[in-house]
């Protein structure tokens, strides 16, 4: 399709709708993005861009602006938790060379996307609240205030609470996980390398990585319980809770949680994957179509694929719509195996002690020793694919 003078119409301000708005903006169409806060922003948490999200942003031009703004990757410490010795580690620099994985405060990401889709001529407005969505030949989203805004093409890069998900799947059914994450900023300690440490302990695990040149190290915290938490990453709590969860934690640990003066605590929820992610004139992608726990950092990694995917799709297909089922043929099935990967992947970081925990630990080691390069290469699936070179 030509996309010269199509109009396109983003729900959401967020990453996915951002490099949405971008990649459709840099083929010709015109694209009009709509926030419901009162600016396009984010704020307090930390992300890992892997390889196949990083290609997406040197596609759209922005790899190297991203990349000055974020750390360099050099490496994953796996550790015990009583000490914090290495159990195990994955080189990056030495085994994926060539690859870009980067640390980068979210605010960096929103800010890079921000910027760049105002310079593309995107019409960014502000305070508009989606409160209805109808699909046909000119789809169109009804605003809170009672304006309908119609256009060739409606996306939903709206998040967990997506209005444009339910109208395509009905009502979702999420399951709380019996897990629970604490996220938290601190100054960043001069002798915290650029690589992420995951201590792992019975029944919860702990991630750091250092942020903006090291300046801040990055927190995320998960416990298993049974008592349920709120979905999202708003809800603040009491930092004594999360150094109580945390008080058998030896090595780095207590020297980073003791920083910790302001942390939000949510709960993790496990939502299918959308079986429907495009309708007449309308689609979805992101959190909005398969929302991921975050134990392998893909969140922003799939919604930049989806994005440049969804604008390849229609620009190549004959028709709009032809062009959204080849958007949901490309993509739904990698989301899925990086959503079910990802749900697998905490018990690994979470074993009691006993036999089986020393058996797991004692695997690691040994693969660390003698094949460094096969743990990684376990998944060349997820970081070595290249949305952007497909077809």
Known sequence: MQLDGFEVLVAGGGVAGLSAALAFARRGA????LEQAGEIAEVGAGLQISPNGFAVLDALGLGEAVAARGVAANAVSLRRHEDGAEVTRLDLARHAPGRRYLFLHRA?????????????????????????VAQGA?????????????????????????????????????RFTGQVAWRALV?????????????????????????????????????ERRSWAEEGWHHRDDPANLRAAF??????????????????????????????????????????????????AQGANLALEDAWVLADAVARAETRDAGLAAYQARRRARAARTVETASRNAWKYHLRPGPVRLAGHAALGLAGRLAPG???????????????REG
């Open 187 to 223: 100054p960043g300690p001069a002798d915290h390398p650029p690589e992420a440490w995951v201590h792992m302990g019975p029944g919860r695990h702990l991630v750091s990585y250092p942020l903006r040149g090291g300046a801040l190290v990055n927190i995320v915290a998960v416990e």
């Open 374 to 388: 096969a743990l990684l290469a376990g998944f060349d699936w997820l970081y070595g694919h290249d949305v952007t």
């Open 108 to 132: 960096d990401l929103i800010d890079a996307l921000a910027a760049a889709v105002r310079a593309a001529g995107v019409q960014l407005r502000l305070l508009q609240q989606v409160a209805e």
């Open 138 to 174: 000119r789809p169109a989203l009804v605003t809170a205030q009672g304006a309908r805004l119609e256009a060739d093409l409606v996306i939903g890069a709206d998040g967990l609470h997506s209005r444009l998900r339910p109208a395509l799947n009905g009502a979702a059914a999420p």
């Open 247 to 296: 008080a058998a934690f030896g090595g780095d640990v207590p020297r980073l949680l003791g920083a910790v003066e302001d942390v939000h605590l949510w709960g993790l929820f496990r939502h299918p994957v959308a079986a429907r992610w495009h309708g007449a004139g309308v689609a979805i992608l992101g959190d909005a179509a398969h929302p991921t726990l975050p134990f392998l």
């Open 30 to 33: 015109s694209v009009t993005l």
